[in-house]
């Protein structure tokens, strides 16, 4: 739409309802990537804290592929609404302390005896996926409009 058109009172509320659809498929998006890092978060952690060396290197390249394809869903990204935007530091934080804290305890929980390690690996575990598996389904159950198709391309 040009920018020097002159819209009528229908044709400027239909614009409007236009790129509000499109901010909450934006919204969706962030949403499902959200869940999708949870459940990726306890995948990965699981194999590096609990598998052997040839799976720990596999889930190493598993991840650095599923951050590539983040990083450019994430720039396909080219609104952001309010809620998924709100949500961001109260996901991100808590997920990036979780994660220094897996970090910090994996050659514990690698080389520990007993079932502490395992309880350990698997409370750490737990608080890093929280946060995006909350994120995620904080927005995906935001309503949804009526008008959006459910498959998307």
């Keep these: 739409m040009n920018h020097r058109e002159e819209l009528s009172a229908p044709q400027a509320l239909g614009e409007i309802e236009r790129v509000a659809r499109q901010v909450r498929r934006s919204a969706r998006r962030g949403g499902v990537w959200w869940a999708a890092l949870g459940v990726a978060t306890i995948v990965y952690w699981t194999v590096m804290h609990f598998a052997a060396q040839p799976y720990r290197t596999a889930a190493a390249l598993g991840w650095m592929a599923f951050t590539a394809v983040a990083v450019f869903c994430a720039f396909r990204m080219r609104v952001h609404d ?3 935007h709100r949500l961001s ?6 997920y990036m302390a979780a994660t220094i804290l897996n970090v910090l ?3 514990y ?8 390690p395992v309880v350990v690996g698997i409370a750490v575990i737990a608080a890093t996926a929280a946060p995006p598996l909350y994120g995620g389904l904080r927005v995906l159950a935001m309503p949804r409009d009526p008008e959006d198709p459910v498959i998307r391309s």
Excluded: C, I, S
Excluded at 89 to 94: E, G, L, N, Y
Excluded at 109 to 116: A, P
């Design 109 to 116: 929980v690698r080389e520990g005896d007993g079932v502490l």
């Design 82 to 84: 309010r809620e998924l």
């Design 89 to 94: 530091w109260a996901v991100t934080v808590p």
């Design 105 to 107: 305890v994996g050659e």
